[in-house]
């Protein structure tokens, strides 16, 4: 596509539900991010894949929060027994080099926002 | 950990003004980033530096590698270019970047 594809731009969800978001990055861009924006803070980083692997996952708040690529393309962030706190915009981006050391020009997605009821 | 500040947290001014948002992080970095963040918008990435200067239209990008610092500059602010304007760092051996937490900039007609 044309850019970062994210869906669903908006998940209401109870308390306890897991959640997935999906990332379609730009394609060819073997480099991708997810990170998140809770409300009124600034953007946090959650994990960072080149092709299918993910060499960085430090970012993860939890073990209820993981994350696969498959294909070295989509991407989806699952979100098990959420809670309040989870509720954020969860941001996908890309690049075409290989983590910050050498990035490229980072692309954003739209987001995905998320309210925990 | 990689600390990264920005100032001013708010900037208000008249459309023509010169503005400069701040930015200082206290590690080694490989890359600083200057994104900008329209109100219920996405992210668009204006700069990344290294070292030196960059310059797009009428956005100026500057990092100073010895004092950890970056700024970004608009000349003739504009309305249209009131947005939250974000630094991120990446640091040297890292792959996640460590973002600021904004500077909510308004230009007034």
């Known amino acids: 596509g044309a850019g970062v594809s994210q869906s669903p731009s908006n998940k209401v969800t109870e308390k306890g539900k897991d959640v997935e978001l999906r990332c379609d990055p730009i394609?060819?861009?073997?480099?991708l991010y997810w990170y998140r924006q809770s409300l009124g803070q600034g953007l946090e980083f959650l994990i960072y894949?080149?092709?299918?692997?993910?060499?960085?996952k430090s970012g993860l708040p939890s073990d209820r929060f993981s994350a696969e690529r498959t294909g070295g393309s989509v991407s989806t962030l699952t979100i098990q027994r959420t809670q309040q706190e989870d509720s954020a915009v969860y941001l996908c981006?890309?690049?075409?080099?290989?983590?910050?050391?050498?990035?490229?020009?980072?692309?954003f997605g739209e987001g995905s926002r998320l309210t925990v009821l | 950990k990689n600390e990264v500040e920005q100032s001013p947290q708010n900037l208000t001014a008249q459309e023509g003004e010169f503005i400069t948002i701040n930015c200082s992080y206290s590690v080694g970095i490989s890359a600083l980033h200057w994104l900008q963040q329209h109100p219920g918008g996405g992210i668009v990435s204006l700069f990344m530096?290294?070292?030196g200067k960059k310059k797009h239209g009428r956005l100026i990008a500057t990092i100073n590698i010895q004092e950890k610092h970056s700024s970004l500059h608009i000349t003739a602010s504009h309305p249209r270019d009131s947005a939250v304007y974000i630094c991120a760092a990446g640091a040297i051996g890292a792959d996640g970047l460590t973002f600021g937490k904004g500077t909510h900039l308004i230009i007034q007609p």
């Open positions: 981006a890309s690049s075409t080099h290989p983590g910050t050391s050498n990035t490229g020009e980072l692309f």
């Open positions: 530096l290294s070292s």
């Open positions: 894949f080149q092709g299918n692997s993910a060499p960085d």
């Open positions: 394609s060819g861009h073997t480099a």
